[in-house]
């Protein structure tokens, strides 16, 4: 996969968001529409609020979540309220364009898996293909909500699934067949936590969820932090080839 390393998170967030607005412009110019997925955690969110200052054919786009945690509307542990706030509310895209994952019912969540499935379905063809997927990297090497050890991991007949408890509340995610069939994934790895699972990924380690994901059509982001110790280090603003 094509490698960057950015020398802080500040330089991260603005890459990525150059590259998802340039991602952006191709879709439309190609096939009248943009179909993204964003995922959550703590990174996006420079990333996002620096997309939102952009002039981008906003009416063009369409949004899903790649997962969800199943708590409450209005925690803070809600990705949907996040990127609402960053960017959903700062940007005229359509509301009916903008795909929340169905969480706030745990009992009902494999229903709610199923209809989000359907929505991709309807919405990025059958099978779905989304013009591009950001996701991250967790330390333990999870991307999306696919974790270790969980057996959405091994759901290869669906492209939205319920993961177990992790961190406190079940997930819902995007799995593996979905996210292997994006035109273009974007991963964006920040922080000195993410050293050995940054370097696993790279290596192509199919022992971590990460790696599982085909790597030919992936750009790889990520501060000087996170590659800290590497060869990379001392290039940092340089792109790369990569395995």
């Given at each position: 996969?094509?490698?960057?390393?950015?020398?802080?998170?500040?330089?991260?967030?603005r890459?990525?968001?150059?590259i998802?607005?340039?991602?952006?412009?191709?879709?439309v110019?190609?096939?009248?529409?943009?179909?993204?997925?964003?995922?959550?955690?703590?990174s996006?969110?420079?990333?996002?609020?620096?997309?939102?200052?952009?002039?981008?054919?906003?009416?063009?786009?369409?949004?899903?979540?790649?997962?969800e945690?199943?708590?409450?509307?209005?925690?803070?542990?809600?990705?949907?309220?996040r990127?609402?706030?960053?960017?959903?509310?700062?940007v005229?895209?359509?509301?009916?364009?903008?795909?929340?994952?169905?969480?706030?019912?745990v009992?009902?969540?494999?229903?709610?898996?199923?209809?989000y499935?359907?929505?991709?379905?309807?919405?990025?063809?059958?099978?779905?293909?989304?013009?591009?997927?950001h996701?991250?990297?967790?330390?333990?090497?999870?991307?999306?909500?696919?974790?270790?050890?969980?057996?959405v991991l091994?759901?290869n007949?669906?492209?939205?699934?319920?993961?177990?408890?992790?961190q406190?509340?079940?997930?819902?995610?995007?799995?593996?067949?979905?996210?292997?069939?994006?035109?273009r994934?974007?991963?964006v790895?920040?922080?000195?936590?993410?050293?050995?699972a940054?370097?696993?990924?790279?290596?192509?380690?199919?022992?971590i969820?990460?790696?599982?994901l085909?790597?030919?059509?992936?750009?790889?982001?990520?501060?000087?932090?996170?590659?800290?110790?590497?060869?990379?280090?001392?290039?940092?603003?340089?792109?790369?080839?990569?395995?």
């Amino acid at each position: 996969m094509k490698t960057q390393v950015l020398p802080d998170a500040d330089a991260l967030a603005r890459r990525a968001a150059a590259i998802i607005a340039e991602q952006a412009v191709i879709a439309v110019r190609a096939r009248s529409r943009f179909m993204v997925a964003f995922s959550g955690g703590r990174s996006p969110w420079r990333m996002l609020a620096l997309l939102a200052d952009m002039p981008l054919p906003w009416a063009r786009f369409h949004v899903f979540q790649v997962d969800e945690r199943a708590v409450p509307l209005g925690d803070p542990a809600r990705n949907l309220g996040r990127l609402q706030a960053v960017l959903l509310d700062r940007v005229p895209i359509p509301a009916d364009q903008v795909y929340a994952m169905p969480v706030d019912d745990v009992a009902t969540l494999p229903a709610g898996a199923a209809d989000y499935q359907a929505t991709l379905r309807r919405v990025a063809a059958d099978p779905p293909v989304l013009d591009l997927v950001h996701l991250g990297l967790g330390p333990d090497g999870h991307t999306a909500s696919l974790v270790p050890g969980d057996p959405v991991l091994d759901l290869n007949d669906a492209d939205v699934g319920v993961s177990g408890p992790y961190q406190g509340a079940p997930r819902m995610t995007l799995t593996f067949p979905v996210l292997a069939r994006a035109r273009r994934i974007l991963w964006v790895v920040s922080g000195a936590s993410k050293l050995a699972a940054l370097a696993r990924l790279r290596a192509g380690d199919r022992s971590i969820p990460a790696g599982r994901l085909p790597s030919a059509r992936a750009v790889l982001l990520a501060d000087l932090a996170a590659v800290e110790g590497s060869a990379d280090s001392a290039v940092p603003d340089s792109v790369q080839g990569d395995s």
